[in-house]
Nanobody, 115 residues
Framework: QVQLVESGGGLVQAGGSLRLSCAAS????????MAWYRQAPGKQRELVTT???????KYADSVKGRFTISRDNAKNTVYLQMNSLKPEDTAVYYC?????????WGQGTQVTVSS
């Protein structure tokens, strides 16, 4: 089992920045990759970015150049730095860990970007 706790969401004006954190506990050594997803009201959950244990990253086209995923292995934490935020970035952001063939989700954190 992997437990994930997100934090750092909030209300920000368009053009502003936020940094989300995802703290992992449990079978951390079995995690092969971590990701951030988001779900806006009335829309499907979508993949925002991923990072592997090797440090490889991928981003959705909609956030390339604005969002950065990173990790601190000593703190078992993954971060999502979000810059130049837009109203369309408003969503609940979820952290997901892949470990031993299973996916583990956090509870989500709300990000609201006002215009």
């Amino acid at each position: 089992q992997v437990q994930l706790v997100e934090s750092g969401g909030g209300l920000v004006q368009a053009g502003g920045s936020l940094r989300l954190s995802c703290a992992a506990s449990g079978i951390i050594g079995s995690i092969t990759s971590m990701a951030w997803y988001r779900q806006a009201p009335g829309k499907q959950r979508e993949l925002v970015t991923t990072i592997t244990t090797g440090g490889s990253t991928k981003y959705a086209d909609s956030v390339k150049g604005r969002f950065t995923i990173s990790r601190d292995n000593a703190k078992n934490t993954v971060y999502l730095q979000m810059n130049s935020l837009k109203p369309e970035d408003t969503a609940v952001y979820y952290c997901k860990a892949a470990a031993r063939g299973s996916g583990y989700w956090g509870q989500g954190t709300q990000v609201t970007v006002s215009s």
